[in-house]
């Protein structure tokens, strides 16, 4: 195996902002300021990297391991990387960001959809947003209401960043009394898979999204009312995919919902770092769907006290890396599996044959 080497950001970097200080939670935030500091991030660590453009690491200010295990995530995705090198975000800058407060809690999951949020809505293509359509689309056929709830979408949020990470997730609903099933069409940034609990302690990747789209029974007091029933019945509902993202993020949930005696589970997912074949799991026939991983953020410890690094392929020299706050060192890629896996990015393998 080759030499470990660190590299560190410089002392005294020449364009990045603080980012404890700019992104700690705050009552206003002036326009653009995220997509600033994460172009700031990106030109540095290309320029100040002296081995491989990219191989830079983030100094710790303060318990920020998970801000900065995102941050090498978002840094090595190659096309929002190229969209800040090339200032292609310059075009799309506008003054109508909705970030106006933040609040980062220290999970690099919140911060994630946060700093995606900020960054969607700063480059924005839609500068006027129009009213709400009430209008139903439920006597639409379920290919043509996907694609209505799609534009309707994009007429409101449209940028590079959304065109990069944003799915649509369909979810029927089935009435156990008269069969009428009604369907939904929501946008979705990443999914939170759930871990299958085995006793021999492993599972794989294709557990947890196969768990994910179980049909589960509604019952009792989680009855939902039935359009046509117009009454509350036992229902079935499942999750399929509609339309697969360029930029999949699968979020493992490896903590306890419960606020009392929160825990953690674990549990070695075994996920594949190549090929990862998600055609089952589309709603309708699909051609491709395959998706290659890029980046993981992981989380060592426990809920009361634990630590956030990210392993990273490089855009660039394709090699993989370890990103451990400052110290960056390369890593063979049968040690990027690990029970500390918490985000997994996954990049299509065929932008071409996008669905």
């Given at each position: 195996?080759?030499?470990s080497y660190t590299v560190t950001l410089p002392e005294e970097p020449p364009a990045l902002p603080d980012l404890h200080k700019?992104?700690?939670?705050?009552?206003?935030?002036?326009?653009?300021?995220?997509?600033?500091?994460?172009?700031?991030?990106?030109?540095?660590?290309?320029?100040?990297?002296?081995?491989?453009?990219?191989?830079?690491?983030?100094?710790?200010?303060?318990?920020?391991?998970?801000?900065?295990?995102?941050?090498?995530?978002?840094?090595?995705?190659?096309?929002?990387?190229?969209?800040?090198?090339?200032?292609?975000?310059?075009?799309?800058?506008?003054?109508?960001?909705?970030?106006?407060?933040?609040?980062?809690?220290?999970?690099?999951?919140?911060?994630?959809?946060?700093?995606?949020?900020?960054?969607?809505?700063?480059?924005?293509?839609?500068?006027?947003?129009?009213?709400?359509?009430?209008?139903?689309?439920?006597?639409?056929?379920?290919?043509?209401?996907?694609?209505?709830?799609?534009?309707?979408?994009?007429?409101?949020?449209?940028?590079?960043?959304?065109?990069?990470?944003?799915?649509?997730?369909?979810?029927?609903?089935?009435?156990?009394?008269?069969?009428?099933?009604?369907?939904?069409?929501?946008?979705?940034?990443?999914?939170?898979?759930?871990?299958?609990?085995?006793?021999?302690?492993?599972?794989?990747?294709?557990?947890?999204?196969?768990?994910?789209?179980?049909?589960?029974?509604?019952?009792?007091?989680?009855?939902?009312?039935?359009?046509?029933?117009?009454?509350?019945?036992?229902?079935?509902?499942?999750?399929?995919?509609?339309?697969?993202?360029?930029?999949?993020?699968?979020?493992?949930?490896?903590?306890?919902?419960?606020?009392?005696?929160?825990?953690?589970?674990?549990?070695?997912?075994?996920?594949?770092?190549?090929?990862?074949?998600?055609?089952?799991?589309?709603?309708?026939?699909?051609?491709?769907?395959?998706?290659?991983?890029?980046?993981?953020?992981?989380?060592?410890?426990?809920?009361?006290?634990?630590?956030?690094?990210?392993?990273?392929?490089?855009?660039?020299?394709?090699?993989?890396?370890?990103?451990?706050?400052?110290?960056?060192?390369?890593?063979?890629?049968?040690?990027?599996?690990?029970?500390?896996?918490?985000?997994?990015?996954?990049?299509?393998?065929?932008?071409?044959?996008?669905?």
């Amino acid at each position: 195996m080759r030499d470990s080497y660190t590299v560190t950001l410089p002392e005294e970097p020449p364009a990045l902002p603080d980012l404890h200080k700019e992104l700690r939670p705050r009552t206003s935030m002036p326009g653009s300021l995220l997509v600033s500091t994460f172009v700031g991030l990106v030109l540095n660590k290309t320029k100040s990297s002296k081995v491989v453009q990219g191989l830079t690491g983030l100094r710790n200010l303060g318990n920020t391991c998970f801000m900065n295990s995102i941050l090498q995530c978002l840094s090595n995705t190659k096309e929002l990387r190229d969209y800040c090198l090339q200032n292609h975000y310059l075009r799309d800058l506008n003054n109508n960001s909705r970030m106006r407060t933040a609040l980062i809690q220290q999970d690099a999951q919140e911060f994630l959809r946060f700093l995606l949020d900020g960054l969607h809505s700063e480059v924005n293509r839609v500068l006027v947003r129009p009213r709400a359509n009430a209008d139903t689309l439920d006597h639409l056929p379920d290919d043509e209401k996907s694609r209505q709830m799609w534009r309707r979408y994009q007429e409101r949020e449209d940028s590079r960043v959304s065109d990069l990470f944003v799915g649509q997730l369909k979810s029927s609903l089935t009435c156990s009394e008269c069969g009428y099933c009604s369907t939904a069409f929501d946008p979705f940034w990443d999914l939170s898979l759930p871990i299958p609990k085995k006793g021999y302690g492993e599972v794989t990747l294709m557990d947890c999204l196969r768990l994910f789209t179980k049909e589960d029974v509604l019952d009792g007091d989680e009855k939902p009312t039935c359009c046509r029933c117009k009454a509350r019945t036992r229902c079935t509902k499942k999750f399929s995919i509609q339309k697969f993202p360029k930029i999949l993020v699968l979020h493992l949930k490896r903590f306890s919902e419960a606020r009392i005696r929160a825990s953690k589970l674990t549990t070695f997912v075994n996920f594949p770092l190549k090929d990862l074949d998600l055609r089952e799991f589309a709603s309708q026939s699909c051609n491709h769907a395959v998706y290659n991983l890029y980046a993981v953020s992981n989380h060592s410890g426990t809920t009361m006290g634990g630590h956030y690094t990210a392993y990273c392929k490089s855009p660039v020299s394709s090699e993989w890396h370890s990103f451990n706050d400052s110290r960056v060192t390369p890593m063979s890629s049968s040690h990027v599996r690990s029970s500390d896996a918490y985000l997994l990015f996954y990049e299509l393998a065929s932008p071409s044959s996008r669905m």
